[in-house]
């Protein structure tokens, strides 16, 4: 992606220097012009989505199709000029990906609702997912506003950690509502409903950066090698084996497969980074692998889970045998219809897969009508996403920013992963949402603040040097290849 | 950390990759089996999505496609004479699926087909309304008419050939259903098809093709021409040397006629035929041998599990493993002897035609919305059944019977008529209500020809006023009639 890097033939640096570095930010273009124009197309692409649906279920233009075009188009130029003003510098890329994922997720759900009584206690919710579209990009333009330098984020270390503890662990204090479906991931207040994991993701990962920012070398150095393997001293491995119980402990109480993989995969990933110690990696997949075996054999709605993974068509039995579901064999047959070229938007029966259709399993439908074509380019956006949010760590010039950046990404595509994954039988299906496509106001808006704040790093990242640039945290190292 | 975080990327990138080679796995290489996997209900919708083709019946449709405009379902299927048709339409619903011809036949009335696949593709293209194609029958509807009204309320099944080609003119099975009770996919939908299906007199049974019957004494024919073409008698008049009482070989039990008093002592062929003696069958069945029958029965379709027209008809057994007087019972259609409706109309056919048994068939035509011919049916021989010469001595046989014997009640006027009665026993100790046939063929002066069968399970409440002649022969008349007198 050359393109958007900034060219180094500048002298003002020294000579090492320039040769070391990736990127050696200079007083070239900002590329704000780059995103306006392809934030025009994310616009675009949605809108004439939702014309297709109109002209192919109702026969006719939707109705509301200009507001509808005219408040998206507003709400991606409002962020795009807070970003002129705010974070200049930031990364072209993400928020029209973002936007064009957004508007995607809103055609389709609206496309959904169209199903009406044909999907079970359907209600429409495009409507407020544009509401909570709408929100999230409130929150990203406050993440922008608000947040002057990723390094504030920094000072909240142990904050961050006690705020996502009772995040992950508020779900398993609250009841649990029929239509929740096994996984406690919801806290319910009233009618009103968040999933506080999505939360947590972020904040976790400030924690984590934070944390490991400052215990990197304690842990990257005092170590033993034995076997090849540089092995932790005891009480460095104290904090690997806290989150290890956290998520241990997230798959028990709250039978969440997908959360638990999600935040100790995270966590070695940034640990990984931190410290470049492969060693870490082994000890992860060890501990998550055992972890993971154990309580699938304890746990029968993870069980259940696998089970149905292995044998998607066994809930089409007749009786079917208990806690088995259609849901993932409804979404391969999905799949399998859709075909390479798909049924055309709003011509599916994606309604078939009924419960979740539209968040969880939103996949599905985008499968059928778009086919296996508009897969690939849904995976190429989420693969930009992350590729840009990686390149952002590469590019970041303090640790605390590199490690917030690489968490954020990685997190983000391992979600990707998980769900994908599992909507498509590749893995075993958990209770996670699609960024951006799925139904569920606490995902985009979390989405949104976490490509804001992966704006921010980028922005301070490209930052030109003319600007008199923070000092380089201690500990911090020169960018190298 | 640039080293770590580009080894991270990669992973990133791997698990991308995973999920893109995933999808082009179900998508591409699996999309056509979870397609079409028997759970997808889009292929139900989809056979209601537009028009569905129709059958047709003497260049009439007894189907139509009704725009219903449903959630799921856009189109639903009626019929026209339901009950009339239904053994050769069988059902086409949105909740339980096809039946007969509308299942044999669903690529092409559902436009599926890939012989299709071209007018489609034009029509998708000029924008037209995507239409199933139709299938042509074979039936005349007069013929069906009349046999469906012959039986009126009774059980039973006929079936009418034209011998020289086979084609099948009538096949009816009563008591009938209607098709168009169940089409859809409501309550009402559901609860008449348990009740046809719970229904102790079992409507939806095709009684013409999916059920057999001791044939009784229709089979002496097959007994008669296993004599003639093996030459154990030359001649209709040859004397039999049949015994007063015939005892059964290896038994002490004794062979009896109908009545008593019937004349069946060393009678010719053809007088035991017109009598139809047990014990003149019977003895010649056993003079046979088991062997013999069952070669002569397998020429006319019997033992043949493949008679597809192309709904395929249940096998007709003659059995091969008797002992020699289970054989005797089993020449006179008794015993393991197992026949269907339309096994006998082929008998009939093919004596009718001199012998050449000619492949029943229900398809004359395959056709597109646009009515473009996609196949056309070819008449083929089944078999050369009996010789010319044989066929022309059991012609003789059963005229004899309708002019001077049991099947006086099929006569017509102006044609030749030939027939065979039947008074099936069966059930336990023969305790079962006796099975009334008629088999039987008609040449009309114009060259028209007609072979029948007709079987009438419950003709009567008393036992003794049952017989083929009296219950079964009128029902193969009127079917006969409304062929040859047009």
């Keep these: 992606m050359s393109t958007f890097d900034l060219s180094s033939n500048s002298n003002t640096e020294p000579a090492r220097r320039r040769a070391n570095t990736t990127i050696t930010p200079q007083g070239t273009p900002n590329r704000r012009n780059t995103e306006l124009v392809m934030l025009a197309f994310a616009v675009l692409v949605p809108m004439a989505a939702y014309a297709n649906v109109g002209l192919a279920i109702d026969k006719k233009l939707p109705a509301g199709m200009l507001e509808y075009g005219l408040g998206m188009g507003a709400l991606a130029l409002i962020a795009h000029l807070v970003m002129r003003r705010f974070a200049p510098y930031a990364d072209p890329l993400l928020l029209p990906l973002a936007t064009l994922l957004n508007g995607l997720g809103l055609v389709m759900i609206w496309r959904l609702d169209k199903a009406g009584s044909l999907l079970a206690s359907n209600y429409p919710a495009a409507a407020n997912q544009l509401m909570w579209s709408g929100l999230g990009i409130a929150f990203f333009i406050g993440v922008m506003l608000l947040l002057k330098d990723h390094r504030i984020l920094q000072r909240y270390t142990y904050i961050s950690m006690v705020v996502a503890l009772v995040l992950l662990a508020a779900p398993a204090f609250f009841p649990a509502r029929a239509g929740d479906f096994g996984a406690k991931i919801w806290i319910h207040i009233g009618s009103f409903s968040i999933q506080p994991g999505e939360f947590a993701k972020i904040i976790l990962t400030v924690f984590f950066a934070g944390f490991l920012m400052v215990k990197r070398d304690a842990l990257a150095l005092a170590s033993r090698r034995f076997m090849g393997l540089y092995l932790p001293r005891g009480r460095d491995l104290g904090p690997i084996i806290v989150v290890w119980l956290l998520s241990i402990l997230i798959l028990v109480f709250e039978t969440d497969l997908g959360s638990s993989f999600l935040f100790f995969g995270l966590f070695v990933v940034m640990l990984y980074v931190a410290t470049e110690r492969t060693s870490w990696i082994v000890f992860g997949l060890v501990m998550s692998i055992g972890g993971a075996a154990v309580v699938a054999m304890a746990e029968p709605h993870v069980k259940t889970r696998i089970n149905s993974w292995l044998d998607p068509m066994a809930a089409f039995q007749d009786p079917p045998p208990p806690g088995t579901s259609e849901q993932i064999g409804q979404t391969l047959m999905s799949f399998g219809t859709g075909g390479v070229t798909g049924t055309g938007l709003g011509q599916g029966r994606s309604w078939l897969i009924q419960f979740a259709a539209k968040s969880d399993f939103i996949l599905g439908s985008f499968g059928e009508e778009l086919g296996l074509t508009g897969m690939m380019a849904l995976f190429v956006l989420y693969g930009l996403i992350v590729q840009r949010g990686l390149r952002t760590a590469v590019a970041a010039r303090d640790p605390f920013g590199k490690l917030l950046a690489v968490g954020l990404s990685s997190a983000f595509a391992l979600q990707v992963f998980v769900v994908a994954g599992g909507v498509t039988g590749l893995i075993p299906l958990t209770g996670m949402t699609m960024p951006f496509l799925a139904q569920g106001g606490s995902s985009v808006v979390a989405n949104w603040a976490l490509i804001a704040i992966l704006l921010k790093i980028s922005d301070t990242a490209r930052r030109p040097a003319a600007e008199p640039t923070p000092e380089p945290a201690p500990g911090a190292e020169p960018t190298r290849t | ?486």
């Design chain 2, 1 to 486: 950390m640039n080293k770590p975080i580009r080894r991270v990327s990669i992973f990133c990138l791997v698990l991308i990759l995973a999920l893109m080679v995933r999808v082009n796995w179900v998508q591409g290489v699996q999309a056509e089996a979870w397609a079409s996997n028997k759970h997808n209900d889009r292929n139900k919708y989809d056979r209601y999505a537009y028009p569905r083709g129709n059958i047709i019946a003497g260049g009439q449709p007894v189907t139509n496609s009704d725009f219903v405009n449903g959630l799921r379902y856009k189109y639903k299927r009626s019929w026209i004479d339901g009950p009339m048709y239904a053994p050769i339409t069988g059902y086409s619903s949105q909740s339980f699926g096809t039946s007969q011809l509308e299942q044999l036949e669903d690529g092409v009335l559902a436009g599926t087909d890939s012989r299709l696949f071209f007018r489609n593709t034009l029509d998708m293209l000029t924008g037209e309304q995507k239409k199933g194609g139709d299938v042509v029958t074979t039936i005349d509807p007069k013929a069906q008419k009349a046999a469906f009204e012959g039986l009126g309320d009774k059980k039973g099944a006929a079936v009418a050939i034209d011998p020289r080609t086979g084609a099948i003119l009538a096949l009816v099975s009563t008591p009938s259903y209607d098709p168009g009770t169940f089409s859809g996919g409501g309550k009402e939908d559901s609860k008449a098809w348990t009740d046809l299906n719970n229904d102790p007199n079992k409507p939806m049974l095709n009684r013409a093709l999916r059920e057999t019957y001791p044939p009784g004494s229709t089979f002496k024919l097959i007994t008669a021409a296993t004599a003639f073409e093996t030459g154990l008698y030359k001649n209709v008049d040859d004397a039999t040397q049949t015994p007063k009482p015939f005892i059964l070989p290896g038994t002490n039990t004794e062979l009896k006629n109908a009545s008593a008093t019937e004349d069946c002592e060393n009678a010719t062929v053809e007088h035991g035929m017109d009598l139809s003696c047990n014990t003149v069958f019977g003895k010649m069945g056993a003079d046979l041998g088991k062997d013999r029958l069952r070669a002569q029965a397998e020429k006319f379709g019997f033992n043949n599990g493949k008679i597809d027209t192309p709904i395929r008809a249940v096998t007709s057994v003659f059995p091969s493993n008797s002992s020699p007087d289970g054989t005797a019972m089993d020449a006179i259609g008794q015993h393991d002897t197992r026949a269907t409706p339309l096994q006998m109309a082929m008998v009939a056919a093919a004596i009718c035609n001199n012998g050449s048994l000619m492949q029943p068939y229900l398809i004359a035509q395959e056709r597109s919305a646009n009515l473009d011919v996609i196949s056309n049916h070819t008449e083929h021989q089944l078999s050369q059944a009996v010789s010319p010469a044989t066929a022309q001595k059991l012609q003789q046989l059963m005229e004899s019977v309708v002019q001077n014997g049991t099947g006086t009640k099929a006569k017509i006027n102006g044609a030749t008529v030939g027939g065979k009665t039947g008074t099936a026993q069966h059930g336990q100790d023969n305790s079962g209500l006796p099975f009334a046939w008629f088999m039987s063929y008609a040449k009309g002066a114009d060259g028209k020809q007609v072979a029948v069968a007709v079987v009438v399970e419950d003709g009567a409440a008393e036992r003794n006023e049952i017989s083929g002649g009296s219950i079964a022969a009128p029902i193969a008349k009127s079917v006969m009639e409304a062929v040859v007198n047009k």
